[in-house]
């Protein structure tokens, strides 16, 4: 087992976060997760205790900074330190551009955007001055290719992508890596509202990995030496996109 980590989650109150949240804790790692609903973090918290895991959780909504900021806060108080962020959250309301569902592009953007730029801007300043750390933003197949209805969403995961090379290239010690799923299984797309395209996304995701795959590379790209920094990891299922 590699030594203890402290690492943060966000998003882990389902689909992949829930998953690298077990996963983490289960190779010894300390997990501390966010997300808005609670009650979907105790009760995952209440299991990795159960099996001897270390964990934590806090409320917290990556739209709005001081939010992020305060559960960064947390966690330097009580660890001393941050060893890894997991900017995770995110939220995929597809819809082709002409249906103008404006506050589902401004979710997008606010969540999957500014989200993982919040998480960015509450840890940075510890690991700069440490000269350590390590930040690991979820993008996805679609930062690398645009389908029908996947406009905005597309945009925000490039936009990661983008961000997270910005920040690798300014950050000499501070490991960053972008992790770009395939299609997964998880509640991602019950946020979708256009009927069409639930019905189009569903075909889609028939062939889709268990989130424990891609729990699986993340702790890859943690538990490799500190002079070694996997700065980006496609996991698409075999037989699917
Ligand atoms: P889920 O919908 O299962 O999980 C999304 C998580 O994000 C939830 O825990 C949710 O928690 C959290 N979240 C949403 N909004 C906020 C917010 N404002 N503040 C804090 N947390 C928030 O989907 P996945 O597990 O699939 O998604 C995880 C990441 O993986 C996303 O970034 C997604 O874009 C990416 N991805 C997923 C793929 C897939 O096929 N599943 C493919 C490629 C990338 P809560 O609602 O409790 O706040």
Request: aromatic share 6%.
């Amino acid at each position: 087992m590699n030594t203890t980590k402290i690492i943060l989650i966000t998003g882990a109150s389902s689909g992949i976060g829930e998953a690298t949240a077990r996963h983490l804790a289960a190779q010894g790692h300390q997990v501390f997760l966010g997300a808005r609903r609670t009650d979907r973090l105790e009760k995952l918290a209440e299991e990795i205790r159960s099996t001897g895991g270390l964990v934590e959780y806090r409320t917290l909504d990556v739209t709005n900074f001081e939010d992020t900021q305060a559960f960064a806060d947390f966690a330097l108080e009580k660890f001393g330190r941050i060893d890894v962020l997991i900017n995770n959250a995110g939220v995929m309301p597809l819809s082709p551009l002409h249906e103008l569902k404006i506050n589902e592009w401004n979710q997008m953007i606010d969540v999957n955007i500014r989200g993982v730029l919040h998480g960015i801007a509450a840890v940075l300043p510890d690991m700069q001055s440490r000269k350590s750390g390590h930040i690991i933003n979820i993008s996805s197949i679609g930062g690398f290719q645009v389908w029908p209805t996947c406009a905005v969403y597309s945009g925000t995961k490039f936009a990661v992508r983008a961000i997270s090379e910005g920040l690798r290239l300014e950050n000499k010690d501070v490991r960053v890596t972008i992790i770009s799923p395939g299609v997964v299984e998880s509640e991602l797309a019950h946020t979708i509202t256009d009927p069409g395209t639930r019905s189009m996304i569903e075909d889609f995701r028939a062939v889709a990995l268990k989130p424990e795959a891609i729990a699986r590379g993340i702790t890859y790209a943690i538990d490799q030496p500190a002079d070694v920094d996997v700065n980006e990891i496609i996991i698409r299922p075999t037989s699917g996109a």
